[in-house]
C-alpha cells in the first residue's frame, strides 16, 4: 500500500473537516454507542480516538481515524506505543460504509500489521520519512496511527 503524503500528520492538510467525521460518527447507531467524548490529535498523535460499546455484549473497543484521510481501524486500548489492532465488527462496517463515499478505508489486523517497504513510503515528505526512521516503525499500523511528536 503506497501511503499518501500527510499520512503521518506532518506537513498536513486534511482531507476532510471535523464536521465530516462527525457526520460518520452520528451514523453509528444500535447496537453499537459511543461512550465518551472524541479524544482528537494532539502534539504527539495523529489520529482522532473514539471509545464505541457494543451494547449487548458490552464489549468496548476504541476506533481510530487518521488526522488527515479518512483511515479507519479499531483497538483494543488506546494505548499509544502498544495499539493492539482487531477486526471490525461486519455490522459497524457496514454502518460506516453507508456513511461516506469511496473516500473511507477500514483497515483489517493483517493490512495494519504489514511491514512497510522503501517503494510503500516514497510519496511521503522528508519530515515524515525523518520520523518514520527516528521512530523505527516498521508496520503500516505505526505509520497510519502514529504518536510521534
Known sequence: MKLQKGVTGFDATPSYTIDDLKEILNGIKSPYSKTEAVLKPNDSSNFYQIKIKQDKTKQEFFLLVNS?????????KNRC?????????????TQL???VNSSLILLNPKELNKRMDAPDLELLGETELKQIKYWKSKILGEIVFNCFD
Do not use: G, H, M, S
Open 68 to 76: 488527515t484521510y479518512l483511515i479507519f481501524a479499531c483497538v483494543e
Open 97 to 99: 460504509k453507508a456513511q
Open 81 to 93: 506505543f502498544d495499539l493492539n489492532f482487531i477486526e471490525f465488527p461486519i455490522d459497524l462496517i
